[in-house]
């Protein structure tokens, strides 16, 4: 998927923030920093007095061994020292506080130097309105088995938003994918009757700006219960152990930047979730909840959709590798037979050009044209000969000397703003850089319409001072046309081009010699 606009919507300035060390955290958990070898508490967050019912100051330099069941401690022993596990551990941890027993599930994070336990009050799903394990077992098997009959990503995606809303009970579902500018559309949706719908609506790449965009690939979900918080600061504010801010990356009681939380609010939603679909390491999408009340989740219930982003990356995975290979057996279908075409013709350049196989088969363009010894053979809608000879120089100019595509030619070459009815798409196969030596692919121009939510060029409005800044307020449809661009240049056209260019050169020394 590409959105076809040519604008940058991300956001530097946002993108730039330090969020992993805003040094706060969301009220419905609190932070405990530990030293690795003693368990001496160094750092916590002030808002333990509201749940453990005690304050910093009282905790601070105890030994964590003081405050929690031996068996408990020795299990956190052993979990944080044994094989030098990185990754986050799950655990439950009972707290005894003037004679009183609490318990939390607590997410212990092994640092180099201390253990940083994320910790929330215990609530089970038997005694709220959740399923419990077994029940959501056996709905995510349910899930699975929907799966199977899914044949596209899009059927893939309507089931998975369907299915998610009715098993956590958010109001709004979404699966939401990011393009190679990391602008997002909103591929499936399921929601609420009176809420407003983003189905196949656009979004500008800094509604989820490159910090945010990183911390999703070291976060297994981002859960905010209530927008409407007050913060809790770390005491004391720096790391004793670092004498740095902690690092709150991987955390998910992290609290959210102040715009992220405007932007809730001018979305109308009070709590949300979001979990990230990865593809090869890199961010391809998120599922993205939204409730209009606040809304808390069950450890049963996170798990359930952790467990769900990591098959639903699975099967896009699986999905998109399917797509592409059926892309590449068809284009070599293709290629073999222009090659061999190629090869019967005492002049190769007619063997791509005229025959049943042409290089608009191969590009799937709509013209072509071979620019070799100065000479020009032509096939299907391109612009004139002068125009390709200034094609050329412009690709010699720029030292184009691997395959270049574009899509929007005439924002790089001013001029072919003249031909753009034949020529916004470009595909450029250098044979002979100092030569002008090229074979070019021509792709007509789709005048396109993107429906975004919202202004993209509103995304984020300054204040006077340049610091503070606000989200758009609006999410209603707002249409950007674009013009002077054709369908963008998939890796398979990259693939199939790079075999042509190689073929090519294979006969010309062949033919040299």
């Not at 809304?295 to 990591?310: D, G, H, I």
């Not at 002008?436 to 121009?445: A, K, N, Q, T, V």
Request: proline share 5%; hydrophobic share 40%; glycine share 4%.
């Amino acid at each position: 998927m590409d959105i076809p606009t040519s604008k940058n919507y991300d956001s530097e300035f946002c993108g730039s923030l330090p969020l992993h060390f805003i040094n706060l955290v969301q009220p419905h958990g609190f932070i405990m920093v530990v030293q690795k070898e003693t368990f001496l508490i160094r750092q916590i967050s002030e808002n333990v007095i509201d749940l453990l019912g005690t304050t910093p100051t009282e905790l601070l330099n105890r030994n964590l061994a003081d405050i929690i069941l031996p068996e408990q401690m020795e299990v956190i022993r052993r979990k944080t020292q044994q094989w030098n596990i990185e990754d986050r551990i799950p655990e439950n941890v009972s707290f005894t506080i003037n004679n009183a027993e609490q318990k939390f599930s607590a997410v212990i994070h092994t640092k180099e130097n201390y253990i940083l336990l994320e910790l929330e009050p215990n609530v089970s799903p038997v005694t709220s309105s959740e399923l419990d394990f077994v029940h959501i077992y056996q709905e995510i098997m349910f899930i699975l088995a929907a799966f199977k009959k899914a044949d596209s990503i899009q059927k893939l995606s309507q089931i998975a938003v369907s299915e998610i809303k009715k098993l956590s009970g958010f109001d709004r579902v979404m699966i939401y994918q990011f393009d190679k500018n990391w602008n997002g559309s909103v591929l499936a949706e399921a929601l609420e009757p009176d809420m407003q719908p983003y189905l196949n609506l656009c979004f500008p790449a800094s509604d989820v700006p490159r910090n945010a965009r990183d911390l999703y690939l070291k976060n297994s979900f981002r859960l905010i219960p209530n927008r409407e918080y007050t913060p809790a600061r770390l005491v004391p504010v720096l790391n004793p152990i670092s004498s740095n801010f902690t690092d709150l990356s991987d955390c998910n009681l992290r609290s959210v930047a102040n715009v992220h939380l405007q932007y809730l609010k001018n979305m109308g939603v009070q709590a949300s979730m979001s979990t990230p679909i990865v593809k090869d390491n890199v961010l391809w999408g998120l599922i993205s909840c939204h409730h209009k009340t606040p809304k808390n989740l069950s450890f049963e219930m996170r798990s359930a959709f952790v467990l769900l982003s990591s098959i639903i990356s699975a099967q896009v995975v699986a999905k998109e590798n399917e797509y592409s290979l059926g892309q590449i057996n068809s284009l070599n279908d293709i290629f073999t037979r222009l090659l061999a075409q190629m090869y019967n013709e005492q002049d190769f350049r007619q063997g791509l050009v005229r025959g049943a196989y042409t290089l608009n088969q191969l590009f799937t363009s709509s013209g072509a044209a071979v620019v070799l010894d100065g000479e020009i053979k032509k096939v299907g809608k391109t612009p004139t000969n002068e125009e390709i000879k200034s094609i050329v120089h412009w690709l010699q100019r720029s030292r184009v000397n691997k395959i270049h595509t574009t899509e929007n030619l005439a924002q790089a070459l001013e001029p072919a703003v003249n031909y753009k009815e034949v020529a916004s798409g470009l595909i450029a196969l250098p044979i002979a850089l100092e030569r002008g030596d090229y074979i070019l692919g021509f792709r007509e121009e789709m005048v396109q319409t993107i429906s975004w939510g919202g202004n993209p060029n509103q995304a984020i409005t300054m204040e006077p001072d340049g610091k503070t800044y606000h989200p758009r307020n609006s999410f209603a449809v707002w249409q950007e046309q674009v013009k002077h661009t054709s369908l963008p240049w998939s890796e398979q056209d990259v693939h199939v081009a790079e075999q042509l260019r190689i073929a090519v050169l294979e006969r010309i020394v062949r033919d040299t010699h």
